[in-house]
């Protein structure tokens, strides 16, 4: 059985991180923080992974978003934001992002995401369709976007 994991904020996880592709600022912050002793390894960590054995082969970033900043879904509501969500490469294939996904999903929360280039047919296999672009909400990137039962998306003002 595959099991998703809330990662820890601690020089071990950030160790793993330099592994993926997507290793950049938001780690890099979270360093530095680490460094000043500002984060306790029981810090709120918005980071999922996937475990095979003592190796972290997959993760990715799940935020809250709440329903005030929602320009997405209709009703408003509060919905999940998903970032990094990658699978190192010896592992692809194998339904670890798929796991990934269907864990996002399990909170019955719309959720939005902007893909990597090259990622659109898994994030339609996993039933994510294009957010109706708008260009003040948008600027220039094209979220996907994922809607539970009884949730649409917001109509755009063209």
Known sequence: MIKVEKLLINFKTLEEFKRFKEYGHQELSMLEDLQ???????????????YYGDTL??????????????????????????????????????????????FAKSYQLPIKTNPRINSHDFWEKMGFQKATYEMERDRGENP?????????????NQ
């Open 144 to 156: 996907l976007i994922w809607l539970p039962d009884g949730v649409h998306e917001k109509e755009v």
């Open 36 to 50: 000043s002793n500002i984060v306790e390894n029981n810090s709120e960590s918005p980071f999922y992974g996937i």
């Open 57 to 102: 082969i997959a993760r990715m970033s799940l935020y809250k978003v709440d329903k005030k900043y929602d320009n997405y879904f209709d009703p408003p509501q509060n919905y999940l934001e998903l970032w990094k969500l990658e699978v190192l490469p010896h592992y692809r294939g194998k339904g670890y992002g798929k796991r990934l996904v269907d």
